[in-house]
């Protein structure tokens, strides 16, 4: 089955190793996902996506011993670098949620300071499904100090607090489970509105089972469909792209599918 997936390999762009996104680009977005995995376009990330990653890493900071206010710092510095990069309407307000969320995340987390001990960041984790390598990044690798458990939180910030682990979350902890054999974890930080603060909460996937045969089943999904085809003509004459779909809005990715589709 492996050798489905090296048809496409070209200079850096290769569909090997598989990632998370990238199975779940397939699953649920799959004209995207051949735009980029297949035909090789770039597209530039959110203001929603950088506000994410910036959070992450100013609570690395502070569960690192760096004081809040110094992370919050170096924090904003590294969202305006990378936001430099994209255009986004939403880079000023995503901008003012960054100390708000980091504040809210360095509370909670001291919560749990006495008996938690953070062993690693963006820990890699390597696994094979269906015979097909894996890689994925962790956020937070902890040790219970009392139990010595390992257990990893991966951290989201969103607009609105879920009340259950959507598909795509949890096929994605079923994975790291896969690949950590350890306790995994959900921690989402709301963005504050005029009115209210930012919020917390945590889930967890109880069954692990249904998700992880979801992947499965998206990796079978992968391999059938790339052996249907040979070439990028073929890619483009099998897949339909659907106009209407909200992954249009963004206009480096429907000027992509213009060229590749012509419409």
Known sequence: MIEHFKKFDEGDNSLLPLSFSHLNEFAFYRERW????????????????????????????????????????????????????????????????????????????????????????????????????????????????NTKEDFYIDLKTSKNLP??????????????????????????????????GAEFTNLSVEDYQTPMSICIHAVKAMANFLKMVDNKEDVRDILIPNPDNWIWKEETVLNARKEVWGY
């Open 34 to 145: 051949a735009l980029r995995r297949i035909f090789g376009y770039q597209f530039p990330t959110s203001a929603s996506a950088e506000r994410g990653s910036a959070v992450e890493s100013g609570l690395n900071m502070v569960l690192n011993g760096i004081s809040v206010e110094e992370a919050s710092k170096k924090m904003i510095d590294e969202y305006n670098e990378n936001c430099s990069r994209i255009t986004d309407p939403k880079i000023d307000d995503e901008r003012e949620n960054l100390v708000p969320l980091l504040e809210l995340g360095a509370r909670t987390f001291q919560n749990y300071a006495f008996r938690w001990e953070l062993l690693d960041y963006q820990k890699k984790v390597q696994l094979d499904i269906e015979g097909i390598p894996f890689i994925g990044y962790t956020d937070f690798h902890f040790e219970d100090k």
């Open 163 to 196: 009340k259950e682990v959507s598909i795509s979350h949890a096929m994605q902890q079923a994975v790291y489970f896969k690949g950590t054999n350890a306790r995994q974890s959900l921690w989402y930080l709301k963005t504050p509105t005029k009115t209210k």
